[in-house]
């Protein structure tokens, strides 16, 4: 196990979201396809898991696949796909193994149906372990989630002067997770990707140069560290 013992313990995120940004840049520079990126990029996967269980983090989203992640050329989408739902198969032993519970926010419906039904097989296997939550956002982006949550607080008749940031949660896909803490995105892009714009108002950001492929156990940590010397004041000054 990883040296962890200058971490303090007490004052770890209990909810970490990360942009797996890089996949195709890893996989260009090195003379591959795109898809040889996202590939490697499930050893990456596992890694962030295991920092995640480690460190005792409770919640792990991770930005899988974006709603304009539909937009790329067909047989990337279609590999991903089919790289998603090998990766869920070979997985679950493990996550189920290690009290790991996998879910999912996002348009699911949109996905193949073998896909689908890998991920809801996953979901209600791993449904009663009590680790960490690994929480795959597939086929997601925050504007799609803001126009549900929207028409869901219309739909059910709820009054305009009703309407609060606790109604407005309670109608997103994370209405029983907690906010992240702490958003780290891969590959030197410095912007959020419409991901979870609600959720993360007052998130610490943690932007790295390393493509997703090479993250590793250690650069989790170190995101972690970084995390632990933020002065997170939620709009009061230093003083209050």
């Known amino acids: 196990m990883t040296d962890i013992s200058d971490i303090d313990q007490n004052n770890v ?11 195709g840049r890893w996989a260009r ?12 990029g499930v050893e990456a996967v596992r890694a962030a ?12 989203t991770l930005y899988a696949f974006s709603t304009e992640n539909w937009n790329r050329p067909k047989e990337e989408v279609e590999a991903l796909m089919d790289l998603l739902v090998q990766t869920i198969v070979r997985e679950v ?3 189920d193994k290690n009290n790991v519970r996998l879910r999912a926010i996002g348009a699911i419906d949109a996905l193949p149906d073998s896909c689908r039904d890998e991920l809801k097989a996953a979901i209600e296997s791993t449904a009663n372990n009590t680790g960490t939550n690994l929480i795959l956002a597939l086929s ?23 309407v609060n940031e606790k109604v407005i949660s309670d109608h997103l896909s994370t209405k029983d997770i907690p906010d992240p803490e702490l958003v780290i995105r891969t590959s030197g892009e410095q912007r959020v990707s419409n991901f979870l714009l609600w959720q993360i108002a007052y998130a610490e950001l943690y932007f790295m140069k ?22 997170r004041r939620f709009g009061k000054t230093a003083e209050q």
């Open 49 to 60: 898991l295991k920092g995640a269980t480690e460190l005792g983090v409770k919640y792990l």
């Open 210 to 231: 390393k493509y997703w492929p090479d993250f590793r156990e250690v650069d989790f940590q170190e995101a972690i560290k970084e995390f632990q010397k933020r002065q």
């Open 140 to 162: 997601y982006s925050a504007r799609w989630e803001i126009i549900e949550a929207v028409k869901s607080i219309v739909s059910s008749g709820i009054n305009p002067e009703e």
């Open 29 to 40: 520079e090195k003379g591959h396809e795109r898809v040889f990126g996202h590939l490697h």
């Open 93 to 95: 032993k493990d996550l």
């Open 13 to 23: 995120p209990a909810h970490v979201a990360i942009i797996m940004d890089g996949n």
